[in-house]
DNA sequence: CCAAAAGTGTTATAAGTACACCCATGA
DNA sequence: TCATGGGTGTACTTATAACACTTTTGG
């Protein structure tokens, strides 16, 4: 707490100062809420924390950013630490927005970028040099998180299940063939409701490019019934009229 | 660029370090696009800048999170510095996300958390102690700006564009009392597309809440034409179904 | 056989689109 | 009177929701 006044003299025309360490420094975090869906049900990847504050509580990944990086490299470059993934280029990572209250960490003032990822068929996290453990945690038995990392992974799952109303990013939680079973899991574990089966095959068939057959092939989706068709993610960004929750309430205000 | 290896050490598990001195410093700002509607185009609040760099091009408003500030407060206290409104606290802000690219201010690492605002009526900017000079400038005039702020603007206006399809936020745009000629300016200015009038009042009536009649008040829209009833802001946050745009394209991937 | 999941069909209702038309005002 | 914007009506098309029904597998 410096130099308040010439922080605001130095405002808007003369938008940055020159003397780079006049303040009190920021700290530049980005934090991952990592999710994915296991045997239907929607999970996070967590860490657990080794020290204090919030020590042995579970938290987010995530890290610094280094000085010659951007927060989106940083966040992949921890997604593929904990997750341990070769290759971490194509996958769907999102900034969510940044978490700057001056209390959210107790021992400085840190920003965080929050970024959330929706991966396919989940390979176990390394708890590698960095994290002392990382497992993927059901969404519902996410207890208490460190620092705000539950209001962030809220956040997350609120911005996930919004963008599944009017984009094709639930294909990037299937693996590279899926049934429409499956697909049609992601939506009803993101929005926790069930959907009528045969309008959902109707309405993802109907909108170009969002699936493509994969000819011949089939498998089972629980064991039983019926083997069903496979398909591959097509190249359509957004459906067209979007898929829409069924319920009114949940839309955000 | 003192310890990379230190930060990486100190990742997940002990998170953010202790010493605070230990890295290059991060500036954190906020940066806003502020939007209205002036004679039914789309207008942006922008500031001259009188220094290097971009010294004589113009920039979006915005400065430095004080120390015990958070990002949401700076946005606010600089809406408030910038357009000289007494009560900024009711105003739609919304954050829209955060540029962090090593090279977007040459002369310092800076992580700008960049937010959003529409509002009514505008007054004239105070160009007060902070900026040289500050206009409202026609979205479509608006040149190149200083840093990356082109590109914020542009995601300023998708992100406004977009919230308009599931929300009621335009009438954050419209003075107190407004008719429905005036909403739908809104709307078209935003979407950069004609709306068919009838279709829109009864879309706009039949959501309950979106809008509340004035009893008996009328007034001229463009000084032509029949008095257009009268209506305030209702307290609806979303319309079901939504209003959606009218072409396909310009839906975000 | 039964249970489970895929896949097809049908029907009723709701919503969106594209107009035609009349009304009230200022110039 | 004409141009301009407000307001109402209506026919057509599309989308959604809620089902019933058949098919193909495993147990």
Known sequence: MRDETRAREADACDRYVYDKYAYEPFAVTVDLAVLTLRAGALHVLLVERGQQPYAGRWALPGGFLLPEESAEAAARRELAEET?????????????????EPGRDPRMRVVSVAFTALLPDPPEPTAGSDAARARWTPYDEAGPLAFDHGLILADARDRI????????????????????????????????????????????????????????????????GKPAALYRAGPAGAPHPPLLRPSPEGRLA
Chains 1, 2 share one sequence.
């Open 84 to 100: 341990g993934l070769a290759d971490v280029g194509g996958l769907h990572l999102e900034q969510l927005r940044t978490y700057s």
């Open 161 to 224: 299940a919004a963008k599944l109303e009017y984009t094709c990013l639930a294909t990037a939680c299937c693996p590279p063939e899926f049934t429409l079973g499956e697909l049609r899991q992601v939506y009803e574990a993101v929005w926790g409701t069930p959907l009528d089966r045969p309008n959902f095959r109707r309405k993802v068939l109907a909108t170009p490019g969002f699936v493509e057959p994969v000819p011949g092939a089939a498998r089972l989706t629980g064991g039983r």
